[in-house]
């Protein structure tokens, strides 16, 4: 069960990424370059999943 | 704990809105014509203002060349790096800066131009912006081919621009005396890099980047001028259509570098 949760985490943090992204490189043309754009797509990831993971209802023991 | 979190994930959320709605809303120019260069790279965009400029952009990994035609005056401002170098030209002046230098010839002062022209070819930005606009190609019959060949004759020193000058003056004769049907440019592109999207296989992590930017790109844009024109529900179509676009484009992006 955990590892489906944790799975679903990952993609929905990767469904996040997927939309943000082409916003980020319409608004902030030197993003475009492949280190910047790189390195921001993976903060992008991070801090999605992080915040998914704090969010996500957990059950009371 | 949990009203912390909440908290955060709130503020994230309105922050996250506000920056999408506002970036949405803040296109007052209507874009009028948008290309890629498949063998540089670079993005060229027209766009027209309500006040009637008009405004080219050519964006290349590094390199970026603006050029603005508004009331008489067309500025180009050519920025690689730190380095920016800005031509201004209208009927009275021309008028150069480039690393902290400012160099304006009028009619009354014609002896500057020479100083002017040194300025440009002096500028490291002028010379790469020149390298740049001379490997770009959208064939030899499109309008962009002719605005970007004399950008590169105006960014190049005084002895190739004067060969350039000839280049580009056989392709307007060319143009003139030999009108004729053929499939344009933009087509051959299209067919050629699909072919090369569909083997999927074969590039480099920076061609898939490359490819992923330039798809990304056509989403944002596009749901930008879909959004323009739209009520509730159409909001919604434009925001259906552009999660489905930029969906695919990253999934692509993971298979043309292997992750998935």
Same mark, same amino acid.
């Given at each position: 069960?955990?590892?489906?949760? *944790? *799975?679903?985490?990952?993609?929905?943090?990767?469904?996040?990424?997927?939309?943000?992204?082409?916003?980020?490189?319409?608004?902030?043309?030197?993003?475009?370059?492949?280190?910047?754009?790189? *390195?921001?797509?993976?903060?992008?990831?991070?801090?999605?999943?992080?915040?998914?993971?704090?969010?996500?209802?957990?059950?009371?023991? | 704990?949990?009203? +912390?979190?909440?908290?955060?994930? =709130?503020?994230?959320?309105?922050? @996250?809105? %506000?920056?999408?709605?506002?970036?949405?809303?803040? %296109? !007052?120019?209507?874009?009028?014509?948008?290309?890629?260069?498949?063998?540089?790279?670079? !993005?060229?965009?027209?766009? /027209?203002?309500?006040?009637?400029?008009?405004?080219? !952009?050519?964006?290349?990994?590094?390199?970026?060349? =603006?050029?603005?035609?508004?009331?008489?005056?067309?500025?180009?401002?050519?920025?690689?790096?730190?380095?920016?170098?800005?031509i201004?030209?209208?009927?009275?002046a021309i008028i150069v800066s480039s690393?902290?230098?400012k160099v304006e010839a009028?009619?009354?002062?014609?002896?500057r131009l020479g100083e002017a022209q040194a300025l440009i070819a002096?500028?490291?930005?002028?010379? $790469?912006?020149?390298?740049? @606009?001379?490997?770009?190609?959208? %064939?030899?019959?499109?309008?962009?081919?002719?605005?970007? @060949?004399?950008?590169?004759?105006?960014?190049?020193?005084?002895?190739?621009?004067?060969?350039?000058?000839?280049?580009? %003056?056989?392709?307007?004769?060319?143009?003139?005396?030999?009108?004729?049907?053929?499939?344009?440019?933009? /087509?051959?592109?299209?067919? /050629?890099?699909?072919?090369?999207?569909? $083997?999927?296989?074969?590039?480099?992590?920076?061609?898939?980047?490359?490819?992923?930017?330039?798809?990304?790109?056509?989403?944002?844009?596009?749901?930008?001028?879909?959004?323009?024109?739209?009520?509730?529900?159409?909001?919604?179509?434009?925001? @259906?259509?552009?999660?489905?676009?930029?969906?695919?484009?990253?999934? +692509? +992006?993971?298979?043309?570098?292997?992750?998935?």
């Amino acid at each position: 069960m955990g590892a489906l949760i *944790l *799975l679903v985490q990952i993609v929905v943090s990767l469904v996040v990424t997927a939309l943000s992204l082409p916003a980020l490189l319409g608004t902030v043309p030197a993003l475009r370059d492949q280190p910047a754009g790189l *390195l921001v797509m993976g903060v992008v990831l991070a801090v999605t999943f992080v915040g998914i993971r704090l969010v996500w209802p957990r059950r009371k023991t | 704990m949990k009203s +912390w979190t909440l908290r955060i994930a =709130t503020i994230v959320a309105v922050v @996250l809105g %506000g920056v999408i709605e506002a970036t949405a809303q803040t %296109g !007052e120019t209507t874009r009028v014509h948008r290309a890629s260069d498949p063998a540089t790279g670079a !993005e060229v965009r027209v766009s /027209q203002s309500p006040a009637g400029s008009i405004v080219m !952009e050519i964006a290349a990994p590094g390199v970026t060349v =603006t050029k603005r035609a508004s009331n008489g005056t067309v500025t180009t401002v050519v920025r690689v790096a730190k380095d920016e170098l800005t031509i201004e030209a209208s009927r009275s002046a021309i008028i150069v800066s480039s690393g902290g230098r400012k160099v304006e010839a009028t009619a009354a002062r014609l002896e500057r131009l020479g100083e002017a022209q040194a300025l440009i070819a002096r500028s490291p930005a002028a010379r $790469q912006a020149a390298e740049l @606009l001379g490997r770009i190609s959208f %064939g030899q019959f499109s309008p962009l081919t002719l605005a970007i @060949l004399s950008t590169r004759n105006m960014l190049l020193g005084t002895a190739e621009a004067t060969a350039a000058r000839g280049e580009l %003056g056989a392709r307007i004769e060319g143009m003139a005396t030999e009108p004729r049907l053929m499939r344009v440019s933009a /087509q051959q592109e299209r067919v /050629q890099e699909d072919a090369q999207n569909s $083997q999927g296989t074969g590039s480099s992590p920076t061609d898939c980047w490359n490819k992923y930017v330039k798809e990304a790109l056509l989403a944002w844009a596009e749901y930008e001028d879909c959004m323009k024109n739209s009520g509730f529900f159409g909001d919604l179509a434009c925001a @259906l259509l552009y999660d489905m676009r930029a969906i695919g484009a990253f999934t +692509w +992006w993971m298979k043309c570098v292997a992750i998935s």
